[in-house]
């Protein structure tokens, strides 16, 4: 097929394309009514970043939605943004970005191919099926060019999947490996399959953590479709709010997202809450996928002993074994996840960048990281929580 017959385009709001279009190529496996792998890259979710204002005008997420027509039809699009400043991302390239600057260069804008605030592995080229070889091809030159027309100084694509990282390396893409916890779903009935498979010691400590927690005097609630109410988002807005205040300086998401999300993403969320004595106190934030389940954010305006890891990760546990899931991305980093049960997975993400010799200092910084990654990444399975032979098993 000759790509002269694509046309790209920058569009500059998702109202601009059908919610069926884009998701045709976003999810196209929904088509038999399951659920998307991820609901990251839906027309909903995008939507309602950018319709509550948490991206766009004044937050350095300038929305410039990458597609590719053939004949008319979308065959290929990415969520793509211009970005002045390298917050909300999770694959940090700040040092870059100084280096760039000391040396007389404009680091930003930038272009970023991702899911904002978003550190969930999942596919940034999104490709109709039967188009994948000449749509992929479209969206990375077509990216490529217009940040090369235009005097950009990058593009990344962050928390692509592997399969897309091997793809953009063989078009010239600059590959990355980070690393995130996972648990592994070895097949487990319940949470108590799940800790007969850990070390005696590592089980105890489990239980004594769950024990404490769930004694922090009040019931813990999973919420997810029609149970979820606007009640339950103010509560949460609280601890969202105090949590982002202290990592970032101040929250990603507004207040309209949750509004919006429960509208559209009912669904696709589950709410983890703490009450005690009628208030809500603590919880988290979980998006299901067709084999994932997704934490996401985490807050509290009391604080008791192993509270946080009882929701976010015990209860994210018993929740994909209750829904069939074969994994929980609990977020990026964290090594005291190891300890319970989520062990070292490799993340990957592309870059490209225009200066030449600023790319081959990047190349050669990238050969030393990914192996500095790769051998933490064999040092910490080893010190896992699971007795020796299911380590084997799960590698």
């Given at each position: ?11 500059g ?5 059908p ?26 979710f995008?939507?309602a970043?950018?319709n ?13 939605y990458?597609?590719a ?19 909300g ?19 930003y804008p930038?272009?970023?191919i991702?899911v904002p605030?978003?550190?969930a ?20 030159q ?43 779903n070895?097949?487990y009935?319940?949470f ?11 089980r105890k400590n489990?239980?004594?953590?769950r ?16 149970d ?22 101040s ?30 106190v ?25 509270l ?10 018993d929740?994909?074994?209750r ?12 090594e ?6 989520y ?18 200092a ?8 990914s ?24 590698e």
């Open positions: 097929m000759d790509q002269a017959q694509i046309e790209i385009q920058i569009l709001s998702l109202d601009q394309i919610a069926d279009e884009w998701d045709a190529c976003a999810c196209p496996e929904t088509v038999d009514g399951g659920r998307p792998f991820d609901p990251f890259t839906t027309h909903r995008l939507s970043l950018e509550s204002g948490s991206v766009g005008r004044g937050t350095g997420w300038q929305p410039q990458l597609t027509y053939l004949d008319g039809m979308l065959i290929a699009c990415a969520p793509m943004y211009a970005k002045s400043h390298s917050q991302e999770y694959i940090f390239d700040h040092s870059w970005a100084h280096a760039y600057e000391r040396a007389g260069g404009r680091y930038k272009l970023q991702a605030f978003t550190p592995t999942g596919r940034r080229f999104l490709v109709r099926p039967g188009y994948e070889g000449i749509g992929q091809s479209a969206l990375v077509g990216a490529v060019q217009l940040a090369a027309d235009n005097r950009i100084s990058s593009l990344h694509i962050t928390f692509c999947t592997p399969k897309e990282a091997e793809i953009g390396q063989q078009m010239g893409l600059m590959d990355r490996i980070s690393q995130q916890f996972h648990w592994l070895d097949g009935d319940h108590d399959d799940f800790l007969a498979s850990l070390s005696s010691r590592k489990i239980r004594k953590e024990a404490q927690a769930q004694g922090f005097g009040g019931e813990i609630q999973v919420l997810s479709g029609a979820l109410r606007p009640e339950h988002w103010d509560a949460f807005w609280v601890f969202y709010q105090d949590t982002g205040a202290r990592k970032w300086g929250p990603y998401l507004s207040r309209d997202f949750f509004d919006l999300a429960q509208e559209t993403m009912a669904d696709d969320m589950a709410l983890v809450l703490a009450r005690r004595n009628g208030e809500y603590a919880g988290a934030l979980n998006f299901i996928g067709r084999e994932t389940l997704f934490g996401r954010y985490w807050g509290c305006i009391e604080h008791h002993p192993f946080h890891f009882e929701l976010c990760y015990y209860q994210a546990i929740l994909a074994i829904l069939g899931l074969g994994r929980v991305e609990a977020g990026a980093q964290g005291h996840k190891l300890a319970r049960g062990l070292p997975t490799q993340t990957h993400s592309l870059h490209w960048v225009g200066d030449a010799g600023f790319a081959d990047i190349a050669e910084y990238l050969r030393a990281e192996a500095a990654v790769s051998e933490e990444i064999e040092i910490l399975t080893d010190y896992g929580p699971f007795r020796k032979a299911q380590v084997e098993e799960q």
